[in-house]
């Protein structure tokens, strides 16, 4: 038990740092939106059952509505048809929501272009210059994004030709889904897939091309700048729900800090 108490100690001192990467879940939270013809997810909502009141003098509580896919949440193969053969987010092992991080970071060109595609180009500079991609970790693409997350509006970034958000190229999703082991994606956009992805070819191809290799996607992250580009670990937590396509989720990232 020495790595766990040396790493319970290193938390408690403060050299080993948690970050919390997820975003505040409430009703003004940012969802997807899809064309109408389609069906919706709902905002998130508490609706209370009793706050020290008549209905429960001593005890406040409420339920919740939302859907699985709200906020910074987790996204299973079983959500796209090219994973409708994979796990459902239940089925995931536990020893798979956890791993090392590479931070993937273009919020300057995403500043400068809202519509910025990640290629495989990019990854190789960053391999260049950090070495392989983690196996068994996640690839956290940072794009200042979330500094958006607060403003419904400003997160979509809509006009009359649609969302116009960072995401991932066709062939770089592919490359990612078939050329590393990792885990999975991570982005600080409503989804994994840029605003214009309905457009590409095909479309959609951070979700068909994640969930067909059985990778994992979470989206609406935020603090992705204060971790390093490698050495953080990642702990997805969603809940285990039964059939489910995915959850929200609360992501945590550990940073080994100089103590």
Same mark, same amino acid.
């Given at each position: 038990?020495?790595?766990?108490?040396?790493?319970?100690?290193?938390?408690?001192?403060?050299?080993?740092?948690?970050?919390?990467?997820?975003?505040?879940?409430?009703?003004?939270?940012?969802?997807?939106?899809?064309?109408?013809?389609?069906?919706?997810?709902?905002?998130?909502?508490?609706?209370?059952?009793?706050?020290?009141?008549?209905?429960?003098?001593?005890?406040?509580?409420?339920?919740?509505?939302?859907?699985?896919?709200?906020?910074?949440?987790?996204?299973?193969?079983?959500?796209?048809?090219?994973?409708?053969?994979?796990?459902?987010?239940?089925?995931?092992?536990?020893?798979?929501?956890?791993?090392?991080?590479?931070?993937?970071?273009?919020?300057?060109?995403?500043?400068?272009?809202?519509?910025?595609?990640?290629?495989?180009?990019?990854?190789?500079? +960053?391999? &260049? @210059?950090?070495?392989? *991609?983690?196996?068994? #970790?996640?690839?956290?693409?940072? %794009?200042?994004?979330? $500094?958006?997350?607060?403003?419904?509006?400003?997160?979509?970034?809509?006009?009359?030709?649609?969302?116009?958000?960072?995401?991932?190229?066709?062939?770089?999703?592919? +490359?990612? &889904? @078939?050329?590393?082991? *990792?885990?999975?994606? #991570?982005?600080?956009?409503?989804? %994994?897939?840029?605003? $214009?992805?309905?457009?590409?070819?095909?479309?959609?191809?951070?979700?068909?091309?994640?969930?067909?290799?059985?990778?994992?996607?979470?989206?609406?992250?935020?603090?992705?700048?204060?971790?390093?580009?490698?050495?953080?670990?990642?702990?997805?937590?969603?809940?285990?729900?039964?059939?489910?396509?995915?959850?929200?989720?609360?992501?945590?990232?550990?940073?080994?800090?100089?103590?």
């Amino acid at each position: 038990m020495t790595a766990l108490t040396d790493l319970a100690t290193a938390v408690g001192t403060g050299h080993v740092e948690v970050i919390d990467l997820t975003a505040p879940l409430h009703s003004d939270t940012p969802i997807l939106q899809l064309p109408q013809q389609f069906g919706q997810t709902e905002p998130f909502q508490l609706h209370e059952i009793s706050r020290y009141d008549d209905r429960g003098p001593a005890w406040y509580w409420n339920n919740i509505t939302t859907g699985e896919h709200t906020g910074t949440h987790f996204d299973a193969p079983v959500h796209w048809v090219t994973g409708r053969d994979g796990d459902d987010v239940a089925a995931i092992a536990p020893s798979r929501l956890i791993g090392p991080a590479a931070v993937v970071d273009h919020a300057a060109e995403s500043a400068a272009d809202p519509d910025f595609l990640l290629e495989v180009e990019h990854l190789e500079a +960053w391999q &260049a @210059e950090h070495g392989p *991609l983690p196996s068994g #970790g996640w690839l956290l693409y940072r %794009t200042g994004w979330d $500094a958006r997350a607060d403003d419904p509006d400003a997160f979509a970034n809509a006009d009359a030709n649609g969302p116009h958000t960072p995401g991932i190229s066709p062939t770089c999703a592919r +490359w990612i &889904a @078939e050329q590393t082991d *990792l885990l999975g994606l #991570g982005v600080e956009t409503v989804g %994994t897939d840029a605003g $214009a992805a309905p457009t590409f070819e095909p479309p959609f191809p951070c979700h068909a091309e994640l969930a067909r290799s059985g990778k994992y996607g979470l989206t609406s992250l935020r603090n992705l700048d204060r971790l390093p580009p490698t050495g953080a670990v990642v702990i997805a937590a969603p809940l285990p729900i039964v059939g489910g396509s995915g959850s929200p989720a609360r992501v945590l990232a550990l940073v080994e800090r100089d103590s």
